[in-house]
T-cell receptor, first 114, second 113 residues
């Protein structure tokens, strides 16, 4: 069975701090895909990144970076120099090639205070 | 392109009433999904469709029915609403299976009294 664990229920930081959101996954598939979505207070779900299991290179996009480690089954998300606009719920998700389901973690609430 | 749209945005129902939520996408995607979001539980898949005329059960299908008569539309029905179905419902679509990025609609807030 596939499972995604986001152990951090809620994180509070002060603006300009760096923050890392943890994501640990379980799957028996050798080919799988990992995603991060952002849900701001307005409620919509915004796609951030997609990564396949064969690509372990870290990715950086502006202040966002992702660290994928197959050895620890983790796909962590770091926001550098956080801003108030980063306040949102962040979801990690896992999709397999052989199933028709995207499995979501419970989400991490990030509060960035000015 | 509007992407994925959902109708209505908000609805209040009494226990036992029925309603249909409409999802439409203009990206010519094959796959469409209905999720519900409840506090602390992430998103859970209700039903999905891999193409026009097909539907399949997801993780929490009880109390819901779906139809995909046209490729661009995916309907979610509640035949007899229960308070346990109070939730936020999201529709999503993707080009193919869950290995592809899913694009979400804005959500529908449903309150069942």
């Amino acid at each position: 069975a596939q499972k995604v664990t986001q152990a951090q229920t809620e994180i509070s930081v002060v603006e300009k701090e760096d923050v890392t959101l943890d994501c640990v996954y379980e799957t028996r598939d050798t080919t799988y895909y990992l995603f991060w979505y952002k849900q701001p207070p307005s409620g919509e779900l915004v796609f951030l990144i997609r990564r396949n299991s064969f690509d372990e290179q870290n990715e950086i996009s502006g202040r966002y970076s992702w660290n994928f480690q197959k050895s620890t089954s983790s796909f962590n998300f770091t926001i550098t120099a956080s801003q108030v606009v980063d306040s949102a719920v962040y979801f990690c998700a896992l999709g397999g090639v052989y199933g028709n389901k995207l499995v979501f973690g419970a989400g991490t609430i990030l509060r960035v205070k000015s | 392109n509007a992407g994925v749209t959902q109708t209505p945005k908000f609805r209040v129902l009494k226990t036992g009433q029925s309603m249909t939520l409409l999802c439409a996408q203009d990206m010519n995607h094959e796959y469409m999904y209905w999720y519900r979001q409840d506090p602390g539980m992430g998103l859970r898949l209700i039903h999905y469709s891999v193409g026009e005329g097909t539907t399949a059960k997801g993780e929490v299908p009880d109390g819901y029915n779906v139809s995909r008569l046209k490729k661009q539309n995916f309907l979610l029905g509640l035949e007899s609403a229960a308070p346990s179905q109070t939730s936020v419902y999201f529709c999503a679509s993707s080009d193919s299976g869950p290995q592809e990025t899913q694009y979400f609609g804005p959500g529908t807030r449903l309150l069942v009294l």
